[in-house]
């Protein structure tokens, strides 16, 4: 019974952990594969963070939240959006910029709306869980209490699939993967590598918003400095481990997050310093990037400004 | 006109001054939005840094490890790795400083010394691991470096947590020795007696008596210069530039290019993790448990890219970065106004950075219209 309950509690946290950075990674994912290099994700994270804790604590309601979230971040990737594949900047440096950009502003807004404090009010409601949605009844049962999790995990999933679908099964998804593999070709059989760059960059934000939102609504129930500590970056080391493919870069988010719930797990052994236990999403990423990052090859085109008519 | 305009869009240096200018602009739209005063911010900004010598010195003072992690970041910048890692070595200086700064006794002169080597060397090899995890397995040096410095973050409050170290009752290691410590005046001089008879004797020594002024600020003008020297003097400069404009041209050249790239990475680990040991040994005196990593290397990156990884640059970008910061808690403390603004201003800094490579694009469309 105790066994069971551990068990079911960190498949719980490993869930409730990764569902951020599956949502981010995905929005990694299809960036990269049109060709546009995003390692602001970490900042449009935390802009996303700010938005939907903002808003979540003002109305109440953790689903607008949640959309103000996605906008704050597609605001920032489209931002992004415009500097790599319109002015043809330097994506990496806007990428900092951006990780500047998002956290700087998020704490000034926080600032400003409560009181100076750096930190945003307890939100007064977060993601449902989806028991609660379900209407069961988990007063009695400790395991029914272990077992919980948030809504957005499952959204997690069905966007992975999405767009896993979208990528591989539609015409759409072909002239995405052209964009980020051969810029010059997709162009000289029509495809507008302009349009798709943005759209996709600018949806990797949306992603990577709802990612920061979910952080916020779920996790935290509020935005704070450090709210956002490397999940953005996580998620882009989850992008290559999983191969640029959206179901790869899921099951990678899993491993984090699993990594995430061994900490908390492991958080009650006496003997373990809590601090190295940290360590060990981050060791790990190390470890299974050693392993795996050979097998791996990244869209041709990727971080390349696409000039009309160069081959 | 029209042909200087062309002309002053090709330098690199005008994008730094364009983005500035843009940054002032979209910072002051910021307050206003957030319904401050705009003008009278960029006042306090300004008094808060020029009004006295001693805040000068101050600036020059906060300067220091932004310049260091800025020369980190450029060095390596040069042979065309990015070191994000700076905060993570920089970091492991702030822990070898602390830590060899109070449990090793040693005379004074060597004392700082040998922090200094050691600190050198760990920074260096702390950066080199990710330089040999790029060689061997090929993963990119932005992610693994991110890593690294949060393993670097959690092995420093792991450090200050122990129980044998923490003072009790405080949430840091103890203090330094005296013989660790930099400052060309100690602390305690200036509030007694003969200190304040000593400012009263030389007024123009007092910004050095009252700020944590010290030998740092020397070593880190001879770090810009050694770093410059290295680069464009010596053979080793060449080939770290070389690999820096084109790998494979670099390899075709005979040039050891992952010999080289450790090579690059361990010193720019070494200066990073330099500037963490130099603001332990001058300022803090001992680590802190942090919510989060102070973010010195963060600021290095920018201050890198505002000085297009010139190492003389780095000196006057850091400064613009450390003045900004600085007079940035000045707003703060008068008009209550988020010191975060510096950090909004900043990035928009670095994102009109990002559109450099435009300028010149944009200078040819002008030019071909004539």
């Known amino acids: 019974m105790e066994l069971l309950n551990t068990v079911l509690l960190t498949v719980s946290i490993t869930l409730m952990y990764s569902s951020p950075l599956i949502f981010t990674s995905l929005g990694g994912v299809i960036t990269q594969r049109a060709g546009v290099d995003n390692i602001g994700l970490e900042g449009m994270m935390a802009f996303g963070a700010c938005g939907a804790a903002v808003v979540g604590y003002f109305t109440a309601n953790p689903w607008t939240g949640l959309l103000v979230g996605a906008l704050f971040g597609g605001f920032l990737a489209f931002l992004h959006a415009f500097i790599s594949v319109t002015a043809k900047g330097n994506q990496i440096i806007s990428g900092i910029a951006i990780n500047f950009i998002g956290l700087g502003v998020g704490i000034f807004i926080t600032r400003r709306l409560f009181n100076g404090a750096a930190q945003s009010s307890t939100v007064p409601n977060g993601i449902p869980k989806v028991m609660d949605l379900l209407g069961l009844d988990k007063t009695e049962s400790r395991l029914l209490q272990s077992a919980e999790f948030d809504v957005t995990v499952i959204f997690g999933f069905l966007f992975a699939f999405l767009i896993w679908f979208i990528l591989y099964k539609t015409k759409t998804g072909l002239r995405v993967r052209a964009c980020g593999e051969h810029p010059g070709a997709a162009d000289t059989l029509g495809v507008n590598v302009t349009l798709i760059r943005y759209i996709c960059t600018t949806l990797s934000g949306v992603m990577a918003g709802l990612g920061g939102g979910i952080t916020a609504l779920s996790i935290a129930y509020r935005f704070t400095p450090t709210v956002i500590s490397g999940q953005g970056f996580i998620a882009l080391a989850a992008v290559i481990f999983g191969n640029w493919k959206p179901i790869g870069a899921t099951l990678a988010c899993l491993l984090f997050g699993f990594a995430q719930a061994l900490t908390v797990i492991l958080g009650g052994v006496p003997w373990m310093p809590s601090e190295i236990l940290k360590m060990l999403p981050y060791v790990l990423t190390l470890l299974v990037l050693m392993v795996f990052v050979e097998r791996s090859t990244p869209p041709r085109a990727l971080g390349q400004p696409y000039f009309k008519g160069q081959s | ?370």
């Not at chain 2, 090709?10 to 002032?24: E, Q, R």
């Not at chain 2, 400083?97 to 050691?118: K, Q, S, W």
């Not at chain 2, 670097?152 to 203090?175: D, L, R």
């Open chain 2, 1 to 370: 006109m029209r042909k200087l305009i062309v002309k002053a869009l090709k330098k690199p240096f005008t994008a730094v001054v364009f983005a500035l200018i843009v940054g002032f602009i979209l910072g002051a739209v910021a307050l206003a939005v957030g319904g401050y005063d705009p003008v009278r911010a960029y006042n306090y900004l300004f008094t808060g840094v020029f009004s006295s010598t001693n805040r000068m010195m101050q600036v020059l003072v906060d300067a220091v490890p932004i310049i260091f992690t800025g020369l980190a970041v450029a060095f390596a910048g040069k042979t065309g790795l990015f070191n994000i890692g700076a905060d993570g070595q920089f970091i492991l200086g702030q822990i070898t400083g602390a830590v060899i700064g109070y449990y090793v006794p040693m005379p004074p002169v060597l004392h700082p010394v040998f922090i200094l080597l050691c600190a050198f060397t760990i920074g260096g090899v702390y950066a080199g691991l990710a330089s040999w995890l790029k060689n061997r397995f090929g993963i990119h040096e932005v992610i693994s470096t991110i890593m690294l410095n949060w393993i670097a973050y959690y092995f420093m409050i792991f450090i200050v947590n122990m129980k044998s170290v923490k003072v009790p009752g405080s949430q840091h290691s103890p203090e330094i020795l005296s013989s660790a410590k930099i400052n060309f005046f100690s602390r305690e001089f200036r509030s007694t007696e003969e200190g304040m008879s000593f400012v009263d004797k030389y007024p123009l020594l007092k910004p050095f008596v009252q700020t944590d002024a010290g030998y740092a600020i020397i070593l880190m003008i001879g770090v810009s210069v050694l770093l410059w020297v290295i680069l464009k003097y010596t053979r080793l400069g060449y080939e770290l530039r070389a690999v820096g404009y084109n790998r494979f041209a670099a390899e075709f050249a005979a040039m050891p290019v992952k010999r080289n790239a450790i090579l690059s990475m361990f010193i720019s680990g070494g200066v990073s993790a330099t500037g963490g040991a130099l603001l332990v040994m001058s300022t803090s005196y001992y680590i802190t448990m942090l919510g989060a990593s102070e973010g010195y290397g963060w600021d290095g990156i920018a201050v890198a890219l505002i000085a297009g990884n010139h190492p003389i640059g780095c000196i006057f970008a850091g400064l613009l970065y450390a003045g900004l910061k600085f007079g940035g808690l000045e707003i703060q403390s008068r008009m209550r106004a988020p010191t975060e603004i510096i950090k909004i201003m900043i990035g928009v800094l670095v994102l009109f950075i990002a559109l450099a490579p435009a300028l010149p694009r944009l200078a040819e469309r002008l030019d071909r219209k004539e």
